[in-house]
């Protein structure tokens, strides 16, 4: 088995996505507090790096041992069913091909952001095709002109970068665009849900590449083991 | 007499490195009036710190080995160990820290919480200490303690607050105001012996009311009647220290404290907080084991008429020949009396008891529970429990990491063989880290530690201490290797040359132990395997852990289940099925994939931003794996797991890369398998020196 293989319904999820959210463009997870939308996003961070791509954990306002514990206990749950060998050989790539930044005092900014990505690339050799963006934006507030210098981010570097928003019961339905995203139009490609449904937690996809959400398939998270499965 | 139990504080001084905790703690000894002058770390009157009492520490300006002593403030008696900074020495703080009740963290008023201090905040953590924080060098040009304090609780996560501020910082730092008594406290006279308190300057006295509604306000969460009092403005002064009391045995508040001890300033109200704040051992809960029930963890009473339990956390060889500093958990020590040794089984008689004042000693008659005293001419090793006959109880083991770092050693003049084993000897039994081992391929003795200094200081002490100068060889990391996949084994031992034959046969499985530890799980059932043979087979498996068949390097842990087999009535016997486990992994052991682990290092380097791009080089050079980066006010935290094969000299190409402005630490993180061109060439290796060996 190989990490391609070993988590099936992400790959359902990057077909419905048409091979994954894409470089250059912006990926939204929206749910109410607590739902699980930092794992859904480390999960996929996680997986990418795990197929050999590159993926930056930027954080705003939190500690590396925290980052770092949270990762390793999804990366943990996420290798489980390999053998000894195999978790090694995982764990190893995982390692090479992520790295954390925090910055822990004064304001997040994009252009801060740029500057780390510029330097890692530089100076680490490390150029990203995926950022986690966790601790930033709070979509309630965030500037349309900031989420467009955001996406040109995503372009000049060429990679994809994933946040998330939360979500108030009289915001909107369960499976509607929550309005502040709605307002940033094209400069966020795609939209993911998370709902809770007993233990786990239904993803459905309110935007993607091509319009209308597809039907008929169901995608659940289970926060117990951090994988994604088919409902 | 011994103690009244309440009245003792058993405390360590723990830092980074150049934090001043040598300074403060030689400061501690002025002003209880141990000793009669201060003397300097560096000692230009060529005296040294008192608690630095070992040749070596003194030349080097580092705290080495944890000198123990005592003073009395007030009414409380306070045994202080003043513990290393340096990361090579942890186990040094990791005892220290086994055996106190609290704790003072010296941070540098300039350079903060550094890496460290962060390793040494989370060994605290471990062993549940609770600690006060004092900000030193408040005269130092740069000094900020409120960034520190800031930092004590972004970097570590503690409820950090400041009870005390400076008066004046830099050049003009002249005392501290005490938030609790709102009260101004200078340190007159030539060693800053006379207190003087005076009102709260003017220009201090809105800095001052604000810290103290913050210190207030974090403060009242401990006791409900202060928080009541805040109310209607009824605060008093017993009430606080009441309070700051309960969050700090509950280990839910660190109060910081700040001064200057070079400059003799904020030393005497740092001992009161050690008074009123840290626990004393009947506020704190240690356990011990029964070995007849290893799981179950027995509060030990801290009464000193129960039975004796006390532990030998550190063991010293000096003039007066082998010291053992001893914590009593229960019970008395008496002179005369008989003691147990738990794990010896041995008795002793009790000859010497003596509190010790770092290199001097103050002969005692007995001392009681909770004390920590030093005993004469008892033959233990560090870690040992020493119990009267009546009690059965051990103190538990201490958490001792694995040693990382092999150096090969050999006295430069052959006669100096002898004193070369003297001294190994004397090590291994002081300093649980340090191992010597003789390499069955090469005949050379092998030192094993945590690191380059640790062994560096060793090698120094051989020439100091015995006279015995040693060549020594390149560093090599201590490798592993382990199988990764579970094998099915079915093995027969048979010999019949003439008289009594040899047979055994085993069946089970051999997998990896994910933990690193060797295990063995019987499954026999039906006598299949005779009762008596049980452990034969153990026996010889775990003779072969020290020796894989990949490259010759220690097992990182092995399971070995044994479910089935054979035995003859009259061939078999112990060493029959020894033998048949040693064959058995000699044939199966390769079938399990194995493979080489190196030891990966959790290195923290600590830089300002502009050095940024020159750190994350220095790493990556080193095959190290950049795995998180903290920016935090022109400062970067560089976190990185890197081979410790590629560690050697770090410090010398940071420190030229940097000018001098960053520092690092590094902790041991895990086995991780070396990459294949390694693993290649180490297999390539060792089968060349087996080649040889054979021809």
């Known amino acids: 088995m190989n990490s391609k293989e070993m988590n099936r319904p992400l790959r359902v999820f990057d077909k419905i996505l048409d091979g994954g959210l894409g470089r250059g463009n912006i990926g939204v997870l929206v749910s109410r507090h607590g739902t699980g939308k930092l794992a859904v996003m480390t999960t996929i961070a996680i997986d990418h790096a795990m197929n050999n791509v590159e993926t930056l954990h930027a954080v705003y306002g939190k500690s590396i041992d925290e980052v770092r514990a949270y990762d390793d206990e999804v990366l943990e749950r996420m290798i489980e069913p390999f053998d000894l060998r195999e978790r ?22 994009v252009e801060r952001l740029r500057t780390t990505m510029g330097f890692l690339k530089e100076h680490a050799q490390f150029t990203p095709g995926l950022v986690e963006l966790q601790g930033w934006p709070d979509l309630n507030t965030v500037s349309v002109e900031e989420i ?84 | 007499m011994s103690t009244e139990i309440s009245k003792m504080r058993n405390i360590g001084i723990s830092a980074h490195i150049d934090s001043g905790k040598t ?90 919480v550094q890496s460290q201090s962060i390793t040494v905040d989370r060994q605290m ?30 970097k570590l996560r503690l409820n950090s607050v400041m009870i005390q501020i400076p008066i004046g910082l830099e050049a003009e730092h002249e005392g501290i105001v005490d938030l609790v008594r709102m009260k101004a406290i200078y340190f007159d006279g030539e060693g800053g012996e006379v207190i003087r308190e005076e009102d709260i300057p003017e220009e201090l006295m809105l800095e001052a009311t604000t810290r103290r509604e913050v210190m207030l306000d974090a403060v009242s969460e401990f006791d409900d009647e202060l928080l009541e009092a805040i109310l209607e403005d009824k605060v008093e002064e017993e009430m606080i220290h009441r309070a700051i009391r309960a969050g700090v045995l509950s280990l839910q508040l660190c109060p910081v404290l700040c001064g200057s001890a070079y400059k003799n300033k904020g030393v005497q109200p740092l001992l009161d907080a050690v008074d009123l704040y840290l626990p004393s051992p009947k506020d704190v809960v240690n356990y011990a084991l029964d070995p007849n029930n290893p799981d179950e963890k027995i509060p030990v009473t801290n009464d000193p008429d129960d039975e004796l339990l006390s532990y030998a956390f550190k063991l010293e060889d000096g003039t007066y020949g082998q010291l053992t500093y001893v914590r009593i958990y229960q019970g008395r020590l008496r002179k005369a009396d008989t003691i147990y040794n738990a794990r010896t089984g041995r008795k002793f008689k009790l000859g010497r008891i003596a509190r010790m004042h770092s290199d001097k000693m103050e002969d005692i008659d007995e001392a009681g529970a909770g004390d920590i005293v030093a005993i004469f001419g008892i033959d233990c090793a560090s870690g040992d429990t020493f119990r009267s006959d009546k009690c059965s109880l051990t103190m538990s083991s201490m958490h001792v990491p694995d040693s990382v770092i092999d150096l090969a050693i050999k006295p430069k003049d052959r006669k100096m063989a002898g004193n070369m084993s003297k001294a190994l ?30 062994l560096e200081v060793y090698v120094e002490r051989m020439r100091r201490e015995y006279g015995c100068e040693v060549e020594v060889g390149a560093p090599q990391v201590a490798y592993r290797e382990r199988i990764t996949r579970e094998v099915k084994y079915d093995y027969t031992h048979k010999k019949q040359t003439g008289g009594s034959g040899q047979y055994g046969r085993i069946i089970g499985t051999m997998s990896p132990n994910e933990e690193g ?34 490259i010759g390097a220690p097992l990182d842990g092995l399971t070995v289940e044994l479910s089935d087999g054979n035995s003859h009535s009259v061939d078999s016997s112990d060493n029959a099925f020894q033998a048949a486990a040693r064959g058995c992994f000699r044939e199966f052991y390769m079938k399990g994939k194995p493979q080489v682990l190196e030891p990966i290092m959790n290195v923290v380097v600590e830089s300002p931003t502009e050095f940024q791009g020159d750190v994350v080089g220095t790493i990556l050079q080193r095959r190290g794996i950049l795995v998180g980066t903290a920016e935090d006010e022109g400062f970067v935290r560089v976190e990185a797991e890197v081979p410790l094969s590629e560690m050697f000299g770090y410090a010398t190409d940071l420190r030229s890369v940097t000018q001098g402005k960053a520092e690092f630490s590094m902790e041991f993180q895990k086995y991780a398998p070396v990459p294949k061109d390694v693993e290649e060439g180490l297999i390539e290796e060792y089968r060349k020196q087996r080649e040889e060996k054979k021809s």
């Open chain 1, 88 to 109: 090694a050989e995982i764990m190893a790539r995982v390692e090479r091909h992520k790295q954390i930044y925090v910055w822990r005092s004064g304001e997040f900014s």
């Open chain 2, 125 to 154: 953590r471990r062993y549940n200490v609770p600690r006060l924080a004092f900000i030193n060098k408040c005269d130092r040009v740069g000094a900020n303690p409120a960034r520190v304090c800031d930092q004590l609780r972004e």
């Open chain 2, 23 to 112: 300074t403060l703690t030689e400061r501690i000894l002025f002003y209880t009036k141990r000793i009669h002058a201060i003397h300097e770390v560096r000692g230009k009157d060529g005296v040294g710190a008192t608690m630095d009492s070992m040749e070596l520490e003194k030349e080097r300006g580092i705290t080495i080995q944890s000198a123990a002593t005592y003073v009395s403030w007030r009414d409380k008696h306070i045994n202080i160990i003043d513990t290393p900074g340096h990361v090579d020495f942890t186990i040094e703080v990791e005892r220290a820290l086994r055996v106190l009740d609290g704790a003072i963290l010296v941070l540098c008023g300039v350079a903060g």
């Open chain 2, 517 to 550: 530890k060797w295990e063995y799980i019987v499954k026999v059932t039906g006598g299949n395997v005779p009762k008596e043979f049980i452990p034969s087979v153990e026996k010889g498996f775990v003779s072969c852990l020290d020796t894989g068949l990949l």
């Open chain 1, 148 to 231: 467009k210098d955001l996406k040109s981010l995503a372009v000049e570097f060429d990679t994809e970068i994933w946040i998330s928003g939360h979500t108030h019961r009289e915001d909107c339905a369960e499976n509607e665009i929550p309005p502040a995203i709605e307002s940033l139009g094209d400069l966020i490609s795609v939209v993911v849900a998370l709902t809770p449904e007993g233990e786990r937690v239904d993803l459905s996809f309110l935007k993607t590449h091509t319009g209308p959400p597809p039907s008929g398939i169901h995608l659940q998270f289970n926060p117990k083991t951090m994988m994604i499965r088919w409902r």
């Open chain 2, 425 to 454: 000897q004397r090590f291994t039994k002081e300093d649980p880290t340090f191992r010597v081992k003789v390499d069955p391929k090469s005949g050379e003795t092998i030192i094993s530690g945590m690191g380059e200094l640790h």
